[in-house]
């Protein structure tokens, strides 16, 4: 079974360039914010992450959570809110973790069935307060939820893609796989999507510029933000191997520059 895929850009972050590229100044680099909707032909319309949202600035309005704005400064222009961009109604949407570039527009879209890891989901409902914060977790933006777990999906070693280790079949056919990418947080997920043009593997914030893939290392404070270094470091070498391994694959990370459209 193949998908089609649209690529939507949800907002933009933008940090010092000197935050992401080394050497880079002190101008901001404007990152986009993408999402991704998967569209299965018997299932319906799916969406991968949520991108930012309004609730994030209700969340972030006073100090101590406002730091997360002064941080990575965000953009949402009016004709980038999700819900306007959104075409159809949603059967269903997953997350890759749960910093609030990721689940900024889950409010908005409290009905819809979501998927998480249930590793993750335990372990940022056991952060405290100070914590949550420092690892840029906004609570109010996923206190609602009552996720459906990955993890009790059926799991296994996809041929060609041993070295990702077990991935989750989503749709039970093979078209939408689920696998752990830890490093920038501790349960990152990643999602590989079988299209007629080739696969895509969204990787979430495994890399925010592909010049990583190719060894250039993230500059500080960005790197002091990643939670697992070790963990970080193993999983851009997996993905640049597998980069070699499909030539056909399309690799794309959350906050790549590059322009949004159908793919
Ligand atoms: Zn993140």
């Known amino acids: 079974m193949q998908l089609s895929v649209q690529e939507l850009i949800v907002g933009n972050a933008c940090p010092p360039g000197r935050f992401l590229r080394p050497g880079a100044g002190w101008a901001p680099m404007s990152l986009p914010v993408r999402v991704f909707v998967l569209h299965h032909?018997?299932?319906?319309?799916?969406?991968?992450?949520?991108?930012?949202?309004?609730?994030?600035?209700?969340?972030?309005?006073?100090?101590?959570?406002?730091v997360l704005r002064w941080l990575i400064p965000p953009r949402l222009e009016p004709d980038q809110h999700l819900t306007r961009q959104l075409g159809q109604p949603l059967a269903g949407l997953g997350l890759s973790h749960f910093h609030p570039d990721h689940v900024g527009s889950l409010?908005?879209?409290?009905?819809?069935?979501?998927?998480?890891?249930?590793?993750?989901?335990?372990?940022?409902?056991?952060?405290?307060?100070?914590?949550?914060?420092?690892?840029?977790?906004?609570?109010?933006?996923?206190?609602?939820?009552?996720?459906?777990?990955?993890?009790?999906?059926?799991?296994?070693?996809?041929?060609?893609?041993?070295?990702?280790?077990?991935?989750?079949?989503?749709?039970?056919?093979?078209?939408?796989?689920?696998?752990?990418?830890?490093?920038?947080?501790?349960?990152?997920?990643?999602?590989?999507?079988?299209?007629?043009?080739?696969?895509?593997?969204?990787?979430?914030?495994?890399?925010?510029?592909?010049?990583?893939?190719?060894?250039?290392?993230?500059?500080?404070?960005?790197?002091?933000?990643?939670?697992?270094?070790?963990?970080?470091?193993?999983?851009l070498e997996r993905l640049a191997q597998l980069r070699q391994l499909h030539p056909a694959l399309t690799l794309r990370a959350c906050h790549e520059p590059g322009p949004a459209g159908s793919s």
């Open 41 to 66: 032909p018997q299932r319906g319309a799916f969406l991968w992450d949520t991108g930012y949202g309004p609730a994030f600035w209700r969340a972030t309005q006073r100090f101590p959570a406002r």
């Open 107 to 235: 409010p908005d879209l409290a009905e819809v069935p979501t998927w998480v890891s249930k590793d993750e989901w335990e372990r940022v409902n056991r952060l405290g307060s100070f914590q949550a914060l420092r690892t840029a977790h906004l609570k109010p933006l996923y206190a609602h939820l009552k996720p459906l777990f990955f993890e009790d999906l059926p799991s296994r070693i996809w041929s060609g893609l041993e070295l990702l280790g077990p991935g989750w079949d989503w749709f039970g056919d093979g078209s939408a796989r689920v696998f752990k990418l830890p490093g920038h947080t501790h349960g990152q997920l990643g999602l590989w999507m079988e299209r007629a043009e080739g696969p895509l593997l969204a990787v979430g914030d495994a890399y925010y510029l592909p010049e990583q893939l190719d060894g250039v290392r993230l500059p500080a404070p960005t790197r002091w933000i990643v939670e697992d270094a070790r963990a970080y470091a193993r999983t």
